[in-house]
Nanobody
Framework: QLQLAESGGGLVQPGGSLRLSCVGS????????IGWFWQAPGKEREEIACISFSDGSTYYEDSREGRFSISKDNAKNTVYLQMNNLKPEDTAVYYC??????????????WGQGTQVTVSS
């Protein structure tokens, strides 16, 4: 069974950092693009960034590129989202998704269950 699992969320103070992980199980991420998305309360899910697992090309759809960065570890079958200088408006559920390429990642059907990030003092 193909699955993605996010972890690393939690409660953090403004200005703090978190690193989210997205682990694939039941399949290798080597031939997929992996995207990170966020969904704030009452809002639609939006894309943050995507990484092509084959060559490591990265794409950012979100203005938070300077604070957030996406990376991968092939050996661990894992994609990360490093989030720095977190702000209260970053509070959301964060999801990862796997698809054939970054340009169409938002239409994929393979999603993780999400991990909650809360930024609050």
């Amino acid at each position: 069974q193909l699955q993605l699992a996010e972890s690393g969320g939690g409660l953090v103070q403004p200005g703090g950092s978190l690193r989210l992980s997205c682990v694939g199980s039941g399949f290798s991420l080597d031939y997929y693009a992996i995207g990170w998305f966020w969904q704030a309360p009452g809002k639609e899910r939006e894309e943050i960034a995507c990484i092509s697992f084959s060559d490591g090309s990265t794409y950012y759809e979100d203005s938070r590129e300077g604070r957030f960065s996406i990376s991968k570890d092939n050996a661990k079958n894992t994609v990360y989202l490093q989030m720095n200088n977190l702000k209260p408006e970053d509070t959301a559920v964060y999801y990862c998704a796997a698809g054939p390429k970054c340009s169409i990642i938002s239409s994929t059907e393979l999603w993780g269950q999400g991990t909650q990030v809360t930024v609050s003092s």
